[in-house]
């Protein structure tokens, strides 16, 4: 949500900001906003950009400097030897951007938005609309090599686990009798 309202000689932008969840009003004199260059939206409850505000090209040239990959920010969050395998955990991390940024992530409820939980182990995807979870496993070469072969990714068509675990047999299950004799 961006709401953009002129009082005297001031421009305020009123929006919800992605990282705090909250809605800022930030102030722009009216002389700063005629100038060619891209103004920031900040969150107030961090050091976080945003948003940015102005001509296109200067917004996405802004938005590019600023854009990190999935692996970047998990190296920046805890050391390699964080994750069991480190290698396995970066290339899934890589894929799963290049499917945000392609539209190939979302879920079934349409929400694109999703939260991600990175663990030494897994990935835990949420969607925050409907409440779906994904766990991806990233210990294994095996998981890495899966991964990389998926299309995409809509959570709630491809279960609470990706891969989806073996089949439980059924049947009435065997159950140890100890008798004192």
Known sequence: ???????????????????????????????????????????Q??????????????????VKSHRRSLTQLALEVGSPDYFENCQVMLGI????????????????????NLELEICPDRLELRCPTCGTELFIPAVLPEDL?????????VMGETGRTWPQPPKLRRGRPRVKSHTNS
């Open 145 to 153: 090599e899966r991964f990389l072969h998926l299309p995409g990714i």
């Open 45 to 62: 409850g961090g050091d976080h950009i945003a948003g940015s505000v102005g001509p296109e090209e200067q917004v996405v040239n802004r």
């Open 1 to 43: 949500m961006l709401q953009v309202v002129r009082r005297n000689a001031n421009y305020w932008f009123r929006y919800e900001c992605a990282f705090c969840h909250k809605t800022h009003l930030q102030p722009f004199a009216r002389k700063d906003m005629l100038r060619p260059a891209a103004k920031d939206l900040v969150c």
């Open 93 to 112: 991390l890589e894929k799963l951007y290049g499917m945000a940024e392609l539209g190939e992530l979302n879920c079934q409820c349409g929400n694109h």
